[in-house]
């Protein structure tokens, strides 16, 4: 019963911990959003299917987009919709405002990335986080999901990803440095690989060295997980 316990309060505290770390990157994967798709395509090119990957489903986007801007009870939306025409259509420094970390990994996932025609608005916001676009699309994708799972109260500490990250070329995110891409360990690499440019990585780590700890000395637990033996020393986790 005290193992049961240790392991629901565990996995509270994770939650929570993975839950802050989401909305770090989050902040600032929509500065970066803002800052570069505004200077772009100006305040209200966020509308035009043009300035997207042409097979992006640029409506289902825009209908996303409207229901979170009409939902929004922030005083900035009002005041939009009270003195300006066109609402529910509002700049893009309002509009990421009130997407949900979802909407904005759809909207990364609908940029343009056209070596050839000299677009590549993927690669842009990618190289804030020296990532690989694809990866960081992908990557995206993934926290969506967990982040869902922590909003939801759902377990995560053992639990097998539904989403999971295709194979790594690095050997460092491969076996047996990194045992699986199906469990949490993979997830909190992530997370520390995206935080590394808000400069919350170090100590968001320490904090979760100090939860950590208790649980992995149990092996059973520490496989269940897919953490390493030596996670502490992985040259990801400790860089």
């Keep these: 019963m005290k193992k049961i316990v240790q392991l629901y309060e565990f996995d509270t505290e ?9 909305e770090i990157i989050e902040t600032f994967l929509r500065t970066k959003l803002t800052y570069y798709l505004g200077h772009q395509y100006g305040a209200f090119g966020i509308y035009s299917a043009q300035n997207f990957y042409p097979k992006f489903n640029h409506r289902k986007f825009l209908e996303t987009c409207n229901k979170e801007v009409e939902r929004s009870k922030d005083t900035f939306i009002q005041h939009f919709q009270q003195n300006y025409d066109g609402f529910p259509q509002i700049p893009i420094w309002m509009l ?16 343009i990335n056209n ?16 990532l690989h676009h694809e990866k960081l699309a992908e990557w995206l994708h993934i926290l969506t999901y967990v982040r869902n799972i922590c909003a ?18 690095d050997p460092n995110w491969q076996s047996p440095i990194t045992p699986t891409n199906k469990r949490i360990f993979y997830v909190l690499l ?21 939860l950590l700890k208790p649980i992995v000395k ?3 637990w520490r496989v269940a997980m897919g953490f390493p033996d030596n996670w502490e020393e992985h040259p990801i986790w400790s860089l």
């Design 14 to 22: 994770l939650r929570l911990q993975i839950f802050g770390a989401i």
């Design 152 to 169: 939801h109260h759902g377990r995560l500490w053992n639990k097998e990803l539904a989403i999971k990250s295709k194979a790594d070329k």
């Design 190 to 210: 992530i997370l520390k690989t995206l935080l590394r440019p808000t400069g919350f990585d170090s100590e968001w780590c320490n904090q979760l060295n100090k």
């Design 96 to 111: 990421t405002e009130v997407l949900s970390f979802g909407s904005l990994s759809f909207l990364y996932s609908g940029l």
């Design 115 to 130: 070596k050839a025609n000299n677009k590549e608005d993927k690669k842009a916001i990618a190289q804030y986080f020296s």
């Design 218 to 220: 149990d092996e059973n």
